[in-house]
């Protein structure tokens, strides 16, 4: 695939400065570009690069434009209009529309559909115009997924999922098993609560390999739409994720939290259960959410490393900063007294 | 399914105040239940939701019944009642018994087991009654699972792994892969040391979406009875969980970890290898384990989040937290030595 | 399977004290060898188990060896000895070469090549020779996987992986899924950055149940040889691994970090995006690494677990640490002018 910067103006806007038929076939980073490629100048800092680029073009800013050395194309956002150019140069291979003959297909699905091998749709299942489901994903039974969606291999679907257009769901990922819900007995026993309430899932939801979404105890799930999920990302029962939040790998949302929208979080970061997080909140890698976020901001909590012998002889001391803590106090007592007395 | 509350007490126990006639068909919330849902009063603190409820009926302690202004079902543990009402009022929807044509099953199993699509049992497998298999889950030679177990799609069990009655499996876990054993070269090169132990699970266990349990490195990896995992956790070779114990998504337990019976684990925490954990320990979300617990109790260590440019202000000062505290020492050094001059 | 001592050494080396013609057919650690069991001593601490052994032969080093009551093999690293003794006496056993008739294979393989019951091997797929596919894996178009590879049930490979020979890779695995690269919109919309980069893998690499290694952006991630990964590992793009570093359960690696050879990261530990970290680092359990690394040595970043109550205490005082530091401050600067006066 490759396109001329005229054609790609002609599709998604911004201005031109160079000459329009040439063609490029491939994004690059700004320092890796070389002819044929398209690349970008989004943070000003990397301006030394772009005097140096081999690129055939350059995506800039109006005020990088006259330093940009080749053709250029100038839009108020170089990364995002770097996004969709990608996205031009790198069309996704689909799969041809059909069942595999090994696929076991227990609902009508249109013609346009996709179904690898070995996979298995259930009874009372809808799918959209052109989703495709690759080889060996399972879907249950009463689940509807939506238009243009795309499931990758080993998907596992629990019944009564509801998942809306364009979704992406990735190997491993399964969304719609029991949350964890048990009361107990007097001798510690678990006695298990059914859990009843399904998963429903926006447009434009990205689920990344191995993550887990669990379906609600009596109500659903609920994730946003536009919501986009990296890796082994867990999602307890109830919670609920709001439109344009964005989770990297690794983290873990507790029982009915409630995450806002536009939210970001870093990897490996936690939430505890029935927390409310306000709209555009960043939460950095590593932090424990445990109590609720009320007003849009950054917030952090993990501990710097060390060298190990420095390590220890510093976070030993956290058993006893309470005690520290009353030194400064009585030291600062025994101290005014002998101001006074002085 | 609906159910009379003179049914359900004769079938759960308690004792009924009000109309035993009335049907319940749902469970619900205190505060969301409306006409035909049953729901419960634990918490005195909600004695205010449950004047106001829409119930058809709570249950409730003998203290609060009083208040209730519905039929009551009165017990000593209303949230236990409900689970167990919840459990008759939503039965599970099996899959009808039988081996699916598209599965591959090579030992001979019961006619009340349910194999899905795409199933595949190996060879000297011991399938219990009215066990379920669904599709795409894999078993490998020399298993044995027992009577009434559900395993959900995707699930992979290896070789040698003994799984008790009514276990519940969620998909994409992964029971038996090798413990992570290795001894080094010289050089850095490591050389398996080949896992050679099994998996052996207890009865009424459940076990979440991917979460995984390796086998031993030559003893087994166990699971007491009635313990249950959330999903994403993951036990090294050679642990031990005992009976009843909880624990919740994202935790990691390392080899060789010894955790006692009826302990409760918050989401993420960690165990270090080798470590005993008594009985009844409750170790909080986020909480790394880094020596053995002797003593019964609640065990936390994460740190609190801060707004980002606090947190900034205050976690810096970690790394010099020995010299703050020899800065104290030496202040309280100096000014005992003024006091005695003064 | 049983072997003779003097056959262990042929094969092995080391030197041989005791009766040769003894054969051991299983591998015990030390406190619990029996008779027929083979173990070794490489921590001198453990001497007084050596004594007593029940063990037909001990591997042990020159050192040890006048206090061994059995056979000995004498070695320099006994540990390193057991680990291949451990592997003679229990190959693994292989499932039969050939192609199930319920898998979907779509590329030519070697007569070698094992592949299960509803595995599925995409188009232009190279397999080596020896390699096992067990059932439910898929492999998708464009791969190539090395020489006597075992790849386990449920296993996903994305287009465009290659893998080195001896790879052993458990269930769950996920290999080559997108990386987690969007741009934003104005409005807080996400766009994907196709992620066109694939995934390389060295030799005798193994890959844990469910870990995740994600394809590259443009540019391949990239495992060097020997690497280990245990379980639940998440990998992002355009991450390097360099050869022999071995990497505990649940550890997380962000988008582009570079890590050196020979490191070992204990388990939950988390690396930052476009980090470098030297080779021969050890980090350790838990530790979130957020600057980069550039000397050998051990790293450690976690915080002390305490009894609840006393954790209340001592961590909430975290929140006030700059406070602190500013009165240690004041309180010198006191004493000081005190001290000038007195």
């Known amino acids: 695939m490759s396109l001329r910067l005229d054609e790609i103006v002609a599709r998604l806007g911004g201005d031109l400065a160079g000459d329009g038929t040439l063609t490029v076939s491939r994004v690059a980073p ?29 995506i800039v800013t109006a005020e990088a434009a006259s ?50 091998a070995h996979a298995r ?29 795309w499931l990758y291999a080993n998907v596992s679907i629990y ?16 969304i719609g098993a029991d949350g ?28 990344g390999a191995n993550t887990t979404i669990d379906r609600g105890a009596i109500d659903a799930t609920e994730i946003g739409h536009g919501v986009k999920l990296d890796n082994q990302i867990q999602v307890a029962h109830n919670v609920h994720i709001g439109d344009h939040t964005a989770i990297a790998g690794c983290v873990g949302i507790a029982g009915s939290a409630r995450i806002g929208r536009r939210c970001t979080f870093g990897g490996a970061a936690m939430v505890l259960g029935h927390l409310e ?13 445990a109590k609720s976020i009320t007003k849009a901001g950054s917030y952090t909590g993990w501990v710097p490393f060390l060298e190990h012998s420095e390590w220890l002889k510093n976070y030993s001391r956290l058993r006893h900063l309470d005690a520290l803590a009353d030194r400064i106090r009585a030291l600062e007592a025994r101290l005014a007294q002998l101001e006074k007395t002085s």
Not at 159 to 174: E, L, M, N, P, Q
């Open 67 to 116: 330093a940009c050395p080749v053709a250029a194309i100038i839009t108020a956002q170089p990364y995002l209009y770097f996004a969709r150019v990608a996205q031009l140069l790198n069309p996704p291979l689909r799969p041809p529309a059909g069942v595999h003959p090994a696929a076991v297909v227990e609902s009508p699905l249109p013609a346009s559909v996709s179904v690898g």
């Open 277 to 289: 997080i306000a709209d555009d909140v960043n939460v950095s890698s590593g932090t424990m959410v």
């Open 121 to 149: 749709i259930g009874q009372n299942v809808t799918v959209g115009e052109n989703t495709i489901v690759e080889a060996g994903t399972v879907i249950a039974d009463d689940c509807s997924i939506g238009n243009d969606c």
């Open 159 to 174: 019944s009564r999922t509801r998942i809306g257009a364009r979704a992406i769901i990735h190997s491993g990922a399964v």
């Open 180 to 207: 964890f819900g048990f009361a107990r007995e007097r001798g510690g026993a678990w006695v298990k609560i059914p859990q009843t309430g399904g998963v429903v899932i926006g447009d434009d939801v990205e689920i």
């Open 30 to 58: 700004l320092d890796k570009a070389a002819s044929g490629d398209i690349t970008f100048l989004s943070n000003p800092k990397y301006r030394s690069s772009l005097i140096a680029t081999g690129a055939t073009a350059v």
